[in-house]
């Protein structure tokens, strides 16, 4: 089976530019979560995704979105980016919920 | 507010010998515990969980051990290999939520 997929690896952007990663699950996953992860902080829950309902969300501005579609796919958007939007998103597939997740290489953005 | 801490950044042994990473929640609502390593330019991989029915689980050379009363949970790693050097996560969750917390990780050096 294929493992989590995101799109793309490395990013540069500058501030005030959005951004949109993507993340294919493992065929059959149907919860699909993101994180952020900043030295020193770990990482961070961004939002939780089944069958492309937002079923949990963290503490992050609304700057930050997310969506899945039918296909359990999902994407996450940032607008406006900041300085401190410079991390590595990881998002992660389970079948049902987050009872144990397989995590995909990341998307690292930096934010210049 | 860190649930989830892991006091010790990093922690070097030698090849051979036990390693003992440490992880201490606040929140007495959570109910899983798992446990992720990650490698550089990698994705976090799962190595390991506990219900907090358990106080221990094992799986080959891990071994995690629960302590609810003192809200504390540990990955022991027997023997230790070179190949075993990582940052280690610990995370935990709570019934409804559809989401991990996680530690800000321990990184671990294993010495030939």
């Known amino acids: 089976k294929a493992g989590v997929t995101q799109t793309p690896r490395y990013l540069i952007k500058t501030r005030g530019q959005q951004v949109t990663l993507s993340c294919s699950p493992i065929s059959g996953h149907r919860s699909v979560s993101w994180y952020q992860q900043t030295p020193g902080q770990g990482l961070q829950f961004l939002f939780e995704y089944f069958s492309e309902t937002q079923r949990n969300k963290g503490n992050f501005p609304g700057r930050f979105s997310g969506r899945q579609f039918s296909n359990s796919r999902s994407e996450m958007n940032v607008s406006t980016l900041e300085l401190g939007d410079s991390a590595l998103y990881l998002c992660?597939?389970?079948?049902?919920?987050?009872?144990?997740?397989?995590f995909g290489p990341g998307t690292r953005l930096l934010v210049l | 507010d860190q649930q989830v801490k892991q006091n010790s950044p990093s922690l070097s042994v030698q090849e051979g010998r036990i390693s003992i990473l440490n992880c201490d929640y606040t929140n007495s609502m959570f109910d899983y515990f798992l446990w992720y390593k990650k490698y550089p330019a990698e994705g976090p991989t799962f190595l390991i969980s506990?219900?907090?029915?358990?106080d221990k689980n094992e799986d080959g050379r891990f071994t995690v051990f629960l302590n609810k009363s003192a809200k504390h949970l540990s990955l022991h790693i027997v023997p230790s290999q070179p190949g075993d050097s990582a940052v280690y996560f610990c995370a935990a969750s709570r019934p409804g939520f559809q989401k991990l917390v996680f530690g800000t990780g321990t990184r671990l050096l294993v010495s030939p």
């Open positions: 506990i219900s907090s029915i358990k």
């Open positions: 992660a597939s389970s079948p049902s919920g987050i009872e144990t997740q397989y």
